[in-house]
């Protein structure tokens, strides 16, 4: 049993603490949601856990938690690792060796088990996860979906009796998502392991809970079975009925158009013939599979990568000759990873960044620079760093240092991916507010609840080339995603 | 996605030896290439070493690593032309007197310095760098570590600064105009984000490492780290190619000083002991284990 007993945390350096009077007991073979608004100390309760605090984050710490008995203050969380394992959010920083077998003997190894032991278990491991294919592939070379099962078995091979995972669905996409919970499940009912999860699309794994725990303010503020809490839950916001409130237009100008688009990264075809017309004020929503080349077709929309074959028009004008960076104050990016945009002191200097590249007139800056941040909610944050904002903030943030260049079109690569519930509430209703300001935007994403409430087209990216989705059937599959039995 | 990662994954007798034999090879070689100057045998080893690549299908690999040396090589030869101290003149351009001894010294240096490098292709072509690692953690636990983990994340870092310089020029950065300062000066930001978020990186990691047990107790390795009798073979007798080397050298086989008026010259116990030292590698060729 893992027993916290009014435990609170601070972080050194932090006013005020991010766990407060925390009391709560996990016993073996239980499936645990961990559920909360961003930054409610979800995350710092599971390093809780394990002992990574207090020993590898410094802070301030009363009361104590307690791992099958051990003291996790007076036991390193490497210690602790033969009977909790932990598998974080992001695939890319948790896999430490080159390749697949490696990196499930690493935990072994550090257990100091026998040769013939570790063999012995990643034979059974590999068969469990079906992993053989893949046994010596390079782990860079995998997908974030495979990543993320190599990191669960390699926990696994290190038989603990829990696992706590922290947001471990984020980076991957709905059906990667899906599969990667039912195996939890799976391993829950057949192994008998203990699984505590962060997971901020309560949705998908609502069928799976016995014990939701709800956190808000560094404190649980409910834990139930999921029948009882439901009520609760959904006045938090946490599942939310599905409305559609976005409504298309008449027929406005094309402003953006891709012409019989040619694209391969060497002897792989990613784009075939592929045509694309995007007007006025339009939310065109990409949709597809893992790896079909929807990123690829975005970059090509403002030349960041340029066609084999084919041309993109923008504004009535071939972009062939054109820059990337002279496009800029037409045609906004932002990539996936928000980080990339920011490095400045302040937010307002990583504003002021782009207006001094895009050669803005001085006296502009401030009424842009304002007009940024209040629509993307931000002017509290000015004068912060601002990589030291929220998951969600930092999204917007990232959009803030693109839409002060004032770009007509906005191009954007899976703006929800990671955010909680309330977080994408907020990005969808910016990209309203900016639609009725006359933005157009085009994005690539795997969420359809988010594509089904705010997109006026969807299209379906499939083996090169895009074919229009039905609205109907997109709502469809959105509603299935949230099939939530009350 | 095209991955910056040195190790090429092929199947060859070679890449299926133990990594010690290997370095044992790419070590002897190494060193014979700084002490033997006799162009004849410079030469007959880098053929040899050129075949092992060969057998261990990293030719083309190797080939396109030697392309850079080639200007190194030019090098040489010029700069031993223009300065030149010999007297046998072969030939004059304008003013400029081209001397055997240079040209000789020139080849001498260059089939060293190409040697050198077909060498160590063995090693970063056919030597998984997990095992390397491995070798390398005897002398050190942590530290080696951290030289694994730089080997693994290596791809995502060069990723990483793709991904930032496309954010970058969508916020108008132009990374293509001007002269060559010019493109530097503008890259300059690309490397903000790119520490920051290689630190967040490591963070991350540390973390995770630790959270898998990382540092509590001794560890036991998951390879068996015994060597056949046959790898055992290789690796002592390309080691033993050392001693004898630098006993053949001190009786002054394989030692040629062109500056000095050597010139190129094979006799028959030439051709013996570079045939008895290239033999003592040869079973590298062998390959080992199925």
């Known amino acids: ?486 | 996605m095209p991955l910056l990662f040195p190790y090429q994954d092929k199947d060859s007798r070679i890449h299926r030896m133990d990594a010690r034999p290997k370095i044992a090879f790419v070590a002897a070689i190494f060193l014979l290439s700084i002490l033997i100057s006799d162009i004849f045998y410079l030469a007959v080893f880098l053929v040899f070493a050129l075949v092992v690549v060969t057998a261990a299908k990293v030719l083309r690999a190797t080939l396109s690593l030697l392309k850079y040396t080639v200007y190194v090589a030019a090098f040489l030869f010029l700069f031993s032309i223009l300065f030149s101290q010999g007297s046998t003149v072969i030939f004059t351009i304008w003013i400029i007197q081209v001397t055997q001894e240079s040209i000789l010294f020139a080849t001498s240096m260059s089939l060293r310095l190409f040697l050198a490098i077909v060498a160590f292709s063995v090693l970063t072509f056919t030597v998984h760098p997990d095992d390397l690692l491995k070798i390398l953690s005897r002398f050190g636990v942590k530290s080696m570590t951290g030289l694994s983990i730089a080997t693994r994340m290596y791809p995502t870092i060069a990723a990483d600064s793709g991904s930032i310089e496309d954010a970058m020029k969508a916020r108008g950065v132009e990374f293509d105009k001007g002269n060559v300062i010019a493109k530097a000066k503008v890259r300059a930001p690309v490397m903000m984000p790119l520490l920051l978020n290689s630190m967040d990186r490591s963070m991350e990691i540390a973390e995770a490492m630790e959270a898998r047990g990382f540092g509590a107790r001794r560890r036991t390795s998951y390879y068996d780290p015994i060597m056949s009798r046959r790898e055992r073979a290789i690796m002592y007798l390309a080691l033993a190619a050392v001693p004898f080397g630098v006993a053949m050298f001190i009786l002054g086989y394989g030692n040629a000083n062109y500056i000095g008026g050597s010139t190129l010259t094979v006799d028959s116990m030439d051709v013996l002991v570079v045939a008895v030292e290239v033999l003592l590698f040869a079973p590298i060729l062998l390959g080992a284990r199925k």
């Open chain 1, 1 to 486: 049993m893992i027993r916290m007993d009014r435990f609170t945390f601070t972080y050194g350096g932090a006013g005020k603490p991010s766990l407060r009077d925390v009391s709560l007991e996990i016993n073996e073979g239980e499936f645990v949601i961990l559920v909360g608004p961003s930054g409610c100390g979800k995350s710092t309760l599971c390093r809780a856990l394990n002992g990574l605090i207090p020993h590898f984050y410094g802070g301030n710490i009363e009361g104590g938690v307690s791992v099958d008995g051990q003291e996790t203050r007076h036991t390193p969380p490497a210690k602790l690792a033969g009977i909790i394992g932990m598998v974080f959010q992001d695939p890319e920083n948790q896999l430490v060796m080159t390749n697949v077998e490696n990196e499930m003997a690493f935990g072994m190894e550090n257990l100091a088990l026998s040769r013939e032991e570790m063999h012995s278990r990643v034979a059974q491991l590999s068969t469990y996860f079906d992993l053989q294919r893949f046994f010596k592939r390079f782990i860079p070379e995998l997908s974030g979906g495979e990543k993320q099962k190599v990191a669960l078995a390699s926990v696994l091979a290190m038989r603990p009796k829990y696992i706590v995972l922290d947001e471990p669905t984020s980076q991957l996409d709905e059906e990667t998502a899906v599969l990667f919970l039912d195996f939890l499940k799976r391993l829950n009912r057949e192994q008998g392991i203990a699984i505590v999860i962060v997971e901020h699309r309560l949705e998908r794994c609502l069928r799976h809970a016995q014990r939701i725990v709800l956190m808000e303010g560094g404190r649980i503020i409910l834990d139930g079975k999921p029948k009882e809490l439901m009520l609760a839950l959904r006045e938090k916001g946490l599942i939310a009925d599905f409305s559609r409130k976005t409504v298309e237009d008449g027929h406005s100008s094309v402003v953006l158009s891709a012409r019989s688009l040619d694209f391969a990264y060497g002897e792989t075809k990613i784009l075939k013939d592929l045509s694309l017309d995007v007007r006025s004020q339009e939310i065109v929503a990409i949709v597809g599979a893992n790896g079909c080349g929807k990123s690829t077709l975005l970059k090509h929309l403002n030349g960041l990568l340029r066609p084999k074959a084919g041309k993109v028009v923008l504004m009535g004008q071939d972009i062939e000759k054109s820059t990337t960076a002279s496009l800029a104050n037409q045609i906004g990016y932002l990539g996936q990873n928000p980080n990339n945009y920011l490095f400045e002191e302040t937010l307002t200097k990583e504003l002021e960044f782009t207006l001094k590249n895009l050669s803005i007139d001085h006296r502009e800056w401030k009424e842009r620079i304002d007009w940024s941040l209040k629509v993307l909610d931000l002017e509290r944050y000015r004068e912060m760093f601002p990589r030291d904002l929220s998951c969600g903030e930092r999204e917007r943030a990232a959009l803030a240092s693109v839409i002060v260049g004032r770009p007509k079109i906005l191009v954007l690569d899976e703006p929800t991916r990671g955010l909680d519930y309330g977080n994408k509430e907020k990005m969808a209703s910016i990209l309203d507010a900016l639609r009725e300001q006359g933005m157009t935007t085009v994005l690539v994403t795997h969420d359809y609840r988010f594509v089904a409430e705010h997109a006026t087209r969807v299209m379906r990216l499939e083996e090169g080339r895009l074919t229009d989705v039905p609205l109907d059937s997109i709502m469809s599959l959105a509603k299935s995603a949230i099939c939530v039995e009350a």
